[in-house]
């Protein structure tokens, strides 16, 4: 492992693209391996434990690559998993939670803000976590109301010393987003009836909390109007990774960089929606097997 050492990035699917498009914006320089784990996407609806092993599995793939810094795209497992990995591995580690959660309280001016994510983000509390830690909070109690009774409009709101957030599971999206349905009728209307209840509570700031949303992100929009901002944690991430590169010292030297794809299953699938979405040829995909 040296400065020219790829950056190892997983997502259970596409989602993760949507950071690996924003190093590839800032990092030019950097090589990445990308691992998609479609055999076993989604991993929100999945128990912690599961969503555990795929993690470590992932991880062991990619640290036998030799890579010098683990970037977890993927908001599940980085809510579930990132404290296990990164105490069980002795690479470097950047999840996406903690970024997201800095980028959202920059934006908001009201203190009202609505986070998306996967069941198992939402479930976690990682993100409610986060703002808390960051704004120095670590023990605030917090009131936890639950809205709706019906699935589709069920979400929570919670107040922390001043801060009103607002969570809900939109679990269907991840679907739209594999499947490349992220502007049609279908996708537009599965995106109203999620956030409709979330539409009425005053937000100022929403967090995409889930890799695959910022794929979705027209349609959100559209919802939501023009005052609510939307935070998709890419960018805050992509300023993370580049950063820590820097203290520790690990940026490439090279100009001769390699983008390497690995997926888990149907890589013709993986490239129709990853081709279109990064805007470039995907040119070395491999299917493999992780935890065997
Ligand atoms: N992209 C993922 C996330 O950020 C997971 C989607 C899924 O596998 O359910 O949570």
């Keep these: 492992m040296d400065n020219n050492s790829p950056i190892g990035i997983f997502d259970s699917g596409v989602g993760g693209l949507t950071v690996l498009k924003e190093i590839f914006r800032v990092l030019p320089n950097e090589a990445t391996i990308?691992?998609?784990?479609?055999?076993?996407?989604p991993y929100g609806i999945r128990s912690p434990d599961t969503v555990t092993r795929y993690s470590f599995e992932n991880t062991e793939f990619l640290v036998k690559k030799s890579i010098k810094l683990l970037v977890i795209a993927c908001n599940t497992a980085s809510s579930i998993s990132l404290e296990a990995i990164k105490n069980h591995f002795s690479i470097p580690v950047i999840g996406v939670i903690e970024p997201g959660a800095k980028a959202a309280l920059g934006s908001t001016k009201t203190n009202r803000i609505g986070i998306i994510g996967t069941e198992g983000t939402i479930k976690s509390n990682s993100y409610i976590n986060s703002i808390n830690a960051i704004r120095n909070k670590g023990t605030v109690a917090v009131k936890i109301k639950d809205h709706g009774t019906k699935y589709l409009d069920r979400y929570f709101k919670i107040e922390a010393d001043g801060m009103v957030i607002f969570?809900?599971?939109?679990?269907?999206?991840?679907?739209?987003?594999?499947?490349?349905w992220t502007t049609n009728d279908v996708a537009r209307l599965t995106v109203k009836h999620y956030l409709s209840g979330l539409k009425k509570e005053n937000i100022d700031t929403l967090v995409l909390g889930c890799t695959h949303y910022p794929l979705l992100k027209e349609s959100i929009a559209e919802v939501m109007g023009d005052d609510v901002s939307l935070i998709d944690s890419a960018t805050e991430t992509v300023?993370?990774?580049?950063?820590?590169?820097?203290?520790?010292?690990?940026?490439?030297?090279?100009?001769k960089i390699q983008r390497q794809f690995y997926v888990t299953d149907s890589p013709e699938r993986f490239l129709l929606i990853g081709e279109r979405f990064l805007g470039q040829k995907i040119e070395h995909i491999e299917k493999i097997a992780v935890g065997i």
């Design 239 to 255: 300023k993370e990774i580049k950063k820590m590169l820097s203290v520790l010292k690990l940026e490439s030297k090279s100009d």
């Design 34 to 41: 990308y691992l998609g784990d479609t055999a076993r996407v």
């Design 167 to 180: 969570t809900k599971a939109c679990p269907l999206f991840v679907s739209l987003a594999e499947e490349g």
